[in-house]
């Protein structure tokens, strides 16, 4: 299990009142385009997303429940933890999200781990509580939970409340649930020429038959995310590629970009199977590698970025 730790924030009230707090107005606007900035090739997904956030944010939900939940499908390296992990920058600052792998959760023992095993323990759960009062729950691989595991997310789900092993029963109802599957995505890959919504279709039915029902259907938005295309790798082969020019800048290696740099970073990591983490990978190992070879031969690590056509790797000149 590992959940990300963080300060302490203010207490969340259920219900805003008429006068919302502009800087959470603020928040929510620039949501609007930081995520689709963030998350390439989801156009689909992206305003439901948004939309349930801003009316949990708004007071929009019901009282007793959490601020909203959402269940995303869809192959690997596609940008479901990675559109949880923006959104809940975005709303709470860092160190609001707590995730956890639900592959870790299969047996009984879990269950301990989670609500405390021991009278006088909380268990994680307790400790997120103890951390914060509002946030994101994120459970990846939900599926793979064991059944006891699958009845306390049902009961984050309908009620946002949950009873620990000190007896204390805590709040959850100023988070937001987040569960991650790949379910069905193994089918999606191979239809290779079914249409989106047949796709869609196909990984819901899976996704259904394959999580209790009853957790499904407490779900409010239940997304399915697509495999990306050449042309959205080759646009986060650009996101990529900005950040780890930022980064080298931030530790003074300064690197201008000849046009031979992108192509070449697209062909060496684009995937049409395992999404984008190949092509974040090729990024940093090739682009690092230009700069070590320069601080190894006693030379700044500065200059222009290009491809040494001869050597298939690129080059500080
Ligand atoms: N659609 C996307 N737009 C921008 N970046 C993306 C996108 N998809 C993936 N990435 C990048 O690829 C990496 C992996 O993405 P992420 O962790 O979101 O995958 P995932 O869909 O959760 O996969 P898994 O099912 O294996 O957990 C991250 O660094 C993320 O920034
Ligand atoms: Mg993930």
Known sequence: MSYTTCAHSPGYKSGM??????????????????????????????????????????????????????????????????????????????????????????????????????????????????RAAEGSLLFDEAEKAHPRVLDILLQLLDAARITVATGQTLDFSGFY???????????????????????????????????????????????????????????????FLSREIAFLAARSHKLELDKTVLPFLVRKGFHPKLGARPMRDAVEKLVGDAVSECLLDARPGSGVLALDETRDCLVVR
């Not at 601020?67 to 959104?87: A, D, H, I, M």
């Not at 600052?93 to 989670?114: C, H, Y």
């Not at 209790?212 to 080759?234: D, G, T």
């Open 177 to 239: 649930i987040w569960l991650t599957s790949n379910i069905g995505s193994a089918e999606l890959m191979s239809l290779q020429h079914s249409n989106d919504a047949t796709l869609e279709r196909h990984v819901l039915t899976r996704a259904q038959q394959t999580l209790r029902p009853e957790i499904f259907a407490r779900v409010n938005e239940k997304l399915v995310f697509h495999r990306l295309s050449y042309e959205h790798q080759l646009e986060i082969a650009e996101k």
């Open 17 to 130: 009142n008429k006068t919302t707090d502009p800087t959470k107005l603020t928040k929510l606007h620039e949501l609007t385009s930081l995520l689709p900035r963030e998350i390439r090739g989801q156009s689909h997904a992206l305003p439901r997303i948004m939309s349930a956030v801003r009316r949990g944010e708004l007071g929009l939900t019901k009282p007793g429940r959490p601020r909203g939940s959402f269940l995303l499908l869809g192959p690997t390296g596609v940008g479901k933890t990675e559109t949880v992990v923006v959104t809940t920058n975005q709303i709470f600052g860092a160190g609001q999200l707590f995730r956890f792998d639900m592959s870790e959760f299969q047996n009984q023992e879990a269950l301990g781990l989670l609500l405390g095993a021991r009278l006088g323990e909380v268990g994680y759960l307790g400790g997120v509580r103890e």
